[in-house]
Nanobody, 120 residues
Framework: QVQLVESGGGLVQAGGSLRLSCAAS????????ATWYRQAPGKQRELVAQ???????NYVDSVKGRFTISRDNAKNTVYLQMNSLKPEDTAVYSC??????????????WGQGTQVTVSS
């Protein structure tokens, strides 16, 4: 199936920043909308941020004012800019993207996940 490539995770101190990327090859998949999820050990998976095909964004309350989801159509990439990170943001972050293959088929694709760790 179509694969998404995620990057940008890592270890940062509280108050620091990271930018996650979620990209697909434009030759087979054009991203229209995307969602970032996260799951911490022993915790339920939660929806962090999403962007619609029209560019509307939504965020879970705990990250509002700190995280920003965006889409670069030219690069066929979705980003999650994370500022003022807190230890409770520590989790595996995963990207889900929806769009169309060049052949016209609708695609719902998932990334492999990237670890974000925020220290005190």
């Amino acid at each position: 199936q179509v694969q998404l490539v995620e990057s940008g995770g890592g270890l940062v101190q509280a108050g620091g920043s990271l930018r996650l990327s979620c990209a697909a090859s434009r030759s087979i998949f054009s991203i229209n909308a995307a969602t970032w999820y996260r799951q911490a050990p022993g915790k339920q998976r939660e929806l962090v941020a999403q962007i619609t095909s029209g560019g509307t964004t939504n965020y879970v309350d705990s990250v509002k004012g700190r995280f920003t989801i965006s889409r670069d159509n030219a690069k066929n990439t979705v980003y999650l800019q994370m500022n003022s990170l807190k230890p409770e943001d520590t989790a595996v972050y995963s990207c889900n993207a929806r769009g169309f293959m060049v052949q016209g088929a609708f695609v719902n694709a998932w990334g492999q996940g990237t670890q974000v760790t925020v220290s005190s």
